[in-house]
């Protein structure tokens, strides 16, 4: 067999995990040749490519980032280096002339998303979830995303000490797009007072309240981890900005430093705010990720052997699986209100900036608009 590979959207820890396990798998145990695509779907479109021996993948499991490239605004169906152009046949040709049996795409929802339509014009392709979001349908978890927990926890618990010193109220906002995964994870093992996510809006008097009670109660500072999604009741999300050739144009950021200013007029405590940005999806993967991305890229390989195609691999509970691309596509899978780190959290007395949060639970949004 010839199979093709990518990574697609934008990048994250485990990438190079995931490569190698594909790569390997696919040399060793189905004799078959592979073909490394360069930055994402781009190198299927303009017929960018590199071959990938076993030695090429060779002392990378290590490494963040990936060997190929990636781009989030490589969407055939919609081209911006072509004017928005849908340019789809080239990305069929070029797997065509190349003579592929069959690609695995490496990605989150975007990547997924244009698999599923690449299928339906006849390629067979196998699809890897990754992102340090953890927002794919279809999977409990994505690679990626323990690592850019720990990278969060670590900066919520530096940021816990300086706080102390200064009896401030610390701001630490997280990635994640449109789900709260990231900011509930961190800001719970780092022991945020308030943890603020998309799935639940916020109240901002009763995020203040919690400040002022800790600091009339003795516990001069307040820790808030937000995620880059969160909006006020009634409020907007942050806008960072608009990049119409992606996928999903819309970059989130800075919602952080806009609670801020809304927190200045309710308290007397001097507010600071972190956003931690980019550095959660840089550097080397944690152990978690790496053998997620290895299993993940290992069963990958192994359904293209057996000719199992338009699926992704995922895990669920304990169990390794696949589903349909078309279920993953344009869906992204937020935090339940049940999941259990939100009821820990809310026992141990976190506050999730309501006051009345039962009520909120019933009226919440399940899914990003
Ligand atoms: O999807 C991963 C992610 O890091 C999001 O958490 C974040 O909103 C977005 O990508 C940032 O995108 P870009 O790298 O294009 O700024």
Known sequence: MRVGVLTGGGDCPGLNAALRAVTKTLILQHNSEVVGIRDGYHGLISR????????????ILTRGGTILGASNKANPFNYHPSGGADVSAKAVKTYRDLDLDALVAIGGDGTMSIANRLSDLGLNIVGVPKTIDNDLVGTDRTFGFDTAVSIATEAIDRIHTTAQSHHRV???????????????????????????IPEVEYDVEAVAEVCEEREQGGQRFTIIAIAEGAKPIGGERAVRERIEASTDPVRLGGIGRVLAEQLKDEINSEVRTTILGHMQRGGTPTSYDRNLATIFGTRAATLVAEQHYDVMVALQGNTFTQVPLSDVADNIRNVPLDDPLIQAARQVGTSLGVSDFDREVETAPSSAE
């Open 48 to 59: 960018n490519i590199q071959s990938l021996s076993y030695q090429d993948v060779s002392g």
């Open 170 to 196: 610390m701001i630490v906002e997280t990635m994640g797009r449109y789900s709260g995964w990231i900011a509930l994870h961190a800001g719970t093992a780092s022991g945020a007072d308030v943890i603020l």
